[in-house]
Protein backbone atom coordinates (compact mmCIF):
# COMPACT_ATOMS: atom_id res chain seq x y z
CA UNK A 1 0.00 0.00 0.00
CA UNK A 2 0.94 3.71 -0.83
CA UNK A 3 0.81 6.69 0.74
CA UNK A 4 1.11 10.07 -0.53
CA UNK A 5 2.08 13.08 2.84
CA UNK A 6 1.59 16.46 1.84
CA UNK A 7 2.93 18.55 4.55
CA UNK A 8 5.15 21.69 4.73
CA UNK A 9 6.60 21.18 8.51
CA UNK A 10 9.69 19.39 7.63
CA UNK A 11 9.59 17.77 11.16
CA UNK A 12 6.14 16.91 10.77
CA UNK A 13 6.50 15.35 7.50
CA UNK A 14 9.79 13.60 8.59
CA UNK A 15 7.86 11.67 11.84
CA UNK A 16 4.96 10.77 9.39
CA UNK A 17 7.26 9.10 6.79
CA UNK A 18 9.15 7.55 8.66
CA UNK A 19 5.99 6.21 10.99
CA UNK A 20 4.23 5.35 8.14
CA UNK A 21 6.82 3.56 6.57
CA UNK A 22 7.45 0.98 9.98
CA UNK A 23 3.92 0.48 9.71
CA UNK A 24 4.47 -1.04 6.48
CA UNK A 25 3.57 1.80 3.60
CA UNK A 26 5.57 2.97 0.84
CA UNK A 27 5.80 6.71 1.29
CA UNK A 28 6.48 9.50 -1.07
CA UNK A 29 6.41 13.14 0.43
CA UNK A 30 5.71 16.55 -0.87
CA UNK A 31 6.33 19.59 1.05
CA UNK A 32 3.71 22.33 -0.71
CA UNK A 33 0.57 22.30 -2.30
CA UNK A 34 1.73 22.42 -5.92
CA UNK A 35 4.45 19.02 -5.60
CA UNK A 36 1.35 17.61 -3.71
CA UNK A 37 -1.22 18.06 -6.40
CA UNK A 38 0.86 16.86 -8.67
CA UNK A 39 2.32 13.47 -7.08
CA UNK A 40 -1.68 12.73 -6.45
CA UNK A 41 -2.84 13.39 -9.85
CA UNK A 42 -0.40 11.33 -11.64
CA UNK A 43 0.38 8.17 -8.92
CA UNK A 44 -1.97 6.26 -7.71
CA UNK A 45 -1.89 6.31 -4.20
CA UNK A 46 -4.20 3.74 -1.97
CA UNK A 47 -4.28 6.81 0.55
CA UNK A 48 -3.07 10.32 0.95
CA UNK A 49 -2.05 12.71 4.29
CA UNK A 50 -3.18 16.28 3.78
CA UNK A 51 -2.34 19.75 5.54
CA UNK A 52 -4.44 21.95 5.10
CA UNK A 53 -1.93 24.87 5.85
CA UNK A 54 0.48 24.68 2.53
CA UNK A 55 2.91 26.81 0.58
CA UNK A 56 1.96 27.49 -2.93
CA UNK A 57 -1.37 26.01 -2.94
CA UNK A 58 -3.97 25.43 0.38
CA UNK A 59 -4.70 21.89 1.07
CA UNK A 60 -8.54 22.73 0.54
CA UNK A 61 -7.56 23.91 -3.15
CA UNK A 62 -5.66 20.91 -3.78
CA UNK A 63 -8.19 18.51 -2.21
CA UNK A 64 -10.89 20.15 -4.93
CA UNK A 65 -8.95 19.78 -8.02
CA UNK A 66 -8.02 16.10 -7.03
CA UNK A 67 -11.99 15.63 -6.84
CA UNK A 68 -13.11 17.42 -9.86
CA UNK A 69 -10.19 15.42 -11.57
CA UNK A 70 -12.00 11.75 -10.80
CA UNK A 71 -9.03 11.02 -8.09
CA UNK A 72 -10.58 9.02 -5.63
CA UNK A 73 -7.79 8.29 -3.51
CA UNK A 74 -9.11 8.29 0.55
CA UNK A 75 -7.84 11.64 1.88
CA UNK A 76 -7.11 12.31 5.74
CA UNK A 77 -6.59 16.08 6.23
CA UNK A 78 -4.49 17.55 8.98
CA UNK A 79 -6.06 20.56 10.37
CA UNK A 80 -4.98 23.31 13.06
CA UNK A 81 -7.04 23.12 16.76
CA UNK A 82 -10.00 24.76 16.82
CA UNK A 83 -10.23 25.78 13.46
CA UNK A 84 -13.57 23.79 12.68
CA UNK A 85 -14.74 26.20 9.32
CA UNK A 86 -11.26 24.43 8.19
CA UNK A 87 -12.56 21.27 8.69
CA UNK A 88 -16.09 22.26 7.29
CA UNK A 89 -14.00 23.16 4.28
CA UNK A 90 -11.87 19.99 4.01
CA UNK A 91 -14.91 18.00 4.24
CA UNK A 92 -17.24 19.49 1.59
CA UNK A 93 -13.89 19.46 -0.95
CA UNK A 94 -13.92 15.81 -0.55
CA UNK A 95 -12.15 14.59 3.04
CA UNK A 96 -12.95 11.52 3.87
CA UNK A 97 -11.83 11.66 7.72
CA UNK A 98 -9.55 14.71 10.03
CA UNK A 99 -6.88 14.63 12.43
CA UNK A 100 -6.52 17.67 14.64
CA UNK A 101 -2.52 18.71 15.33
CA UNK A 102 -1.36 17.97 17.52
CA UNK A 103 -1.51 14.18 17.16
CA UNK A 104 -0.39 10.86 18.17
CA UNK A 105 1.42 9.56 15.03
CA UNK A 106 -0.10 5.97 15.57
CA UNK A 107 -4.07 6.82 15.32
CA UNK A 108 -2.63 8.26 11.87
CA UNK A 109 -1.77 5.09 10.80
CA UNK A 110 -4.71 3.51 12.39
CA UNK A 111 -7.15 5.79 10.49
CA UNK A 112 -4.93 5.46 6.92
CA UNK A 113 -5.22 1.87 7.14
CA UNK A 114 -8.99 1.51 7.92
CA UNK A 115 -9.16 4.35 5.45
CA UNK A 116 -7.71 1.98 2.47
CA UNK A 117 -9.34 -1.00 4.00
CA UNK A 118 -13.14 0.81 3.54
CA UNK A 119 -12.20 2.12 -0.24
CA UNK A 120 -11.28 -1.34 -0.76
CA UNK A 121 -14.36 -2.40 0.47
CA UNK A 122 -13.66 -4.03 3.21
CA UNK A 123 -15.76 -3.14 6.45
CA UNK A 124 -13.58 -5.77 8.78
CA UNK A 125 -10.45 -4.97 10.18
CA UNK A 126 -9.10 -8.31 9.45
CA UNK A 127 -9.23 -9.27 5.93
CA UNK A 128 -9.19 -12.57 4.59
CA UNK A 129 -9.22 -14.68 1.16
CA UNK A 130 -9.48 -18.83 1.59
CA UNK A 131 -6.86 -20.21 4.27
CA UNK A 132 -5.74 -16.51 4.60
CA UNK A 133 -5.99 -14.03 7.02
CA UNK A 134 -4.20 -10.50 6.96
CA UNK A 135 -4.54 -8.66 9.96
CA UNK A 136 -3.38 -5.42 8.85
CA UNK A 137 -3.06 -3.44 12.18
CA UNK A 138 -0.68 -6.52 14.02
CA UNK A 139 1.43 -6.58 10.46
CA UNK A 140 0.92 -10.04 10.29
CA UNK A 141 -1.06 -12.99 7.88
CA UNK A 142 -1.65 -16.75 8.92
CA UNK A 143 -2.57 -19.66 6.97
CA UNK A 144 -4.77 -21.71 8.68
CA UNK A 145 -3.92 -20.00 11.81
CA UNK A 146 -0.23 -20.64 11.41
CA UNK A 147 1.65 -17.57 11.18
CA UNK A 148 3.46 -16.85 7.75
CA UNK A 149 6.74 -14.70 8.26
CA UNK A 150 7.17 -12.46 5.59
CA UNK A 151 9.53 -9.69 4.53
CA UNK A 152 8.24 -5.87 4.94
CA UNK A 153 8.39 -6.05 1.06
CA UNK A 154 6.58 -9.59 0.90
CA UNK A 155 3.88 -8.44 3.24
CA UNK A 156 3.21 -5.14 1.23
CA UNK A 157 2.86 -7.12 -2.13
CA UNK A 158 0.52 -9.54 -0.44
CA UNK A 159 -1.73 -7.14 1.77
CA UNK A 160 -2.20 -4.93 -1.79
CA UNK A 161 -3.36 -8.67 -2.90
CA UNK A 162 -5.37 -9.14 -0.06
CA UNK A 163 -7.23 -5.92 -0.40
CA UNK A 164 -8.42 -7.00 -3.69
CA UNK A 165 -8.99 -10.66 -3.72
CA UNK A 166 -10.53 -12.27 -7.07
CA UNK A 167 -9.20 -9.54 -9.10
CA UNK A 168 -6.63 -9.89 -11.73
CA UNK A 169 -3.75 -7.15 -10.72
CA UNK A 170 -1.65 -6.42 -13.16
CA UNK A 171 2.39 -5.95 -12.95
CA UNK A 172 2.39 -2.35 -13.32
CA UNK A 173 -0.44 -1.80 -10.68
CA UNK A 174 1.15 -3.53 -8.34
CA UNK A 175 4.29 -2.08 -8.70
CA UNK A 176 2.92 1.26 -8.31
CA UNK A 177 1.43 0.26 -5.25
CA UNK A 178 4.02 -1.29 -3.30
CA UNK A 179 6.78 1.05 -4.03
CA UNK A 180 7.42 4.86 -3.44
CA UNK A 181 8.85 6.94 -6.61
CA UNK A 182 12.13 6.69 -5.37
CA UNK A 183 12.32 2.93 -5.82
CA UNK A 184 14.06 1.65 -8.74
CA UNK A 185 12.79 -1.76 -9.24
CA UNK A 186 12.24 -3.73 -12.58
CA UNK A 187 9.34 -5.93 -12.40
CA UNK A 188 12.03 -9.15 -12.34
CA UNK A 189 12.35 -7.78 -8.77
CA UNK A 190 8.74 -7.93 -8.22
CA UNK A 191 8.94 -12.00 -9.54
CA UNK A 192 11.40 -12.94 -7.26
CA UNK A 193 9.25 -11.88 -4.88
CA UNK A 194 5.81 -13.22 -5.76
CA UNK A 195 8.12 -16.86 -6.35
CA UNK A 196 8.87 -16.47 -2.41
CA UNK A 197 5.12 -15.63 -1.34
CA UNK A 198 3.96 -18.56 -3.04
CA UNK A 199 6.35 -20.53 -1.39
CA UNK A 200 5.03 -19.00 2.36
CA UNK A 201 1.16 -19.45 1.38
CA UNK A 202 0.76 -22.01 -0.62
CA UNK A 203 1.75 -21.31 -4.32
CA UNK A 204 -1.63 -22.20 -5.94
CA UNK A 205 -3.10 -19.25 -4.10
CA UNK A 206 -1.73 -16.73 -6.29
CA UNK A 207 -2.20 -17.48 -9.93
CA UNK A 208 -0.61 -16.47 -12.92
CA UNK A 209 -2.73 -14.57 -15.25
CA UNK A 210 -0.99 -14.88 -18.48
CA UNK A 211 -0.03 -11.22 -20.03
CA UNK A 212 -2.49 -9.60 -17.84
CA UNK A 213 -0.92 -10.02 -13.90
CA UNK A 214 -1.97 -11.50 -10.82
CA UNK A 215 -4.73 -12.88 -9.30
CA UNK A 216 -5.15 -14.09 -5.51
CA UNK A 217 -7.70 -16.88 -4.92
CA UNK A 218 -9.85 -18.22 -2.46
CA UNK A 219 -10.64 -21.31 -5.34
CA UNK A 220 -7.24 -23.06 -5.92
CA UNK A 221 -8.51 -25.40 -7.89
CA UNK A 222 -10.33 -22.96 -10.04
CA UNK A 223 -7.67 -22.45 -12.58
CA1 LIG B 1 1.24 23.53 7.37
Keep these: MRVLVVEDEPALSLRLQRALEAAGFAVDVAHDGEDGWHLGETEPYDAIVLDLGLPRIDGVTVLKRWRDAGRSAPVLILTARGRWSEKMAGFDAGADDYMTKPFELDEVIYRVRALIRRAAGHAQPELSCGPLRLDSNA ?75 YRLTDRPDDA
Design 139 to 213: GRVTREGAPVPLTAQEFRILSYLMHHPGRVVSRTELMEHVYDRHFDADSNVLEVLLGRIRRKIGAELIRTVRGQG
